[in-house]
């Protein structure tokens, strides 16, 4: 089956305990449409870069998939219909990679940038 990861915005003024209940919610979807969730992350309330529907912040998650496109496609309609979901983005991928996403790695595990050039 083919593999997904999808990040879901929903409303600011949900608990975290409600946030995450969604994830769950949405996964059972998936999993009663014949698909599997392999994990899933809850990153938490983050600063969005621009308002959606008056919400300046967002409960943020992740879920990494393995489902047919059907079962995608259900869960992405009912996401969609779902008045706490703002927004969700779905990519499809040839393999999960292992370990936490970027958002939960510690700062120190990431990596070093590269030094600043001096601008003249």
Excluded: C
């Amino acid at each position: 089956m083919p593999l997904y990861e999808h990040v879901m915005i929903a409303r600011q003024d949900l608990s975290t305990a409600q946030a995450e209940s969604l994830v769950e919610h949405f996964g059972t979807v998936l999993t009663d449409n014949g698909g599997t969730l392999v994990e899933s992350e809850y990153w938490g309330v983050k600063t969005m870069a621009y308002k959606i529907n008056k919400n300046r912040k967002g409960h943020y998650a992740f879920l990494k998939t393995d489902a047919p496109s059907s079962a995608v496609q259900e869960m992405e309609r009912l996401m969609r219909l779902h008045d706490d979901v703002m927004r969700v983005l779905t990519i499809k991928v040839d393999e999960h990679a292992e370990g936490p996403s970027v958002q939960m790695q510690k700062r120190e595990e990431r990596g070093e940038r590269g030094e600043r050039r001096e601008r003249r």
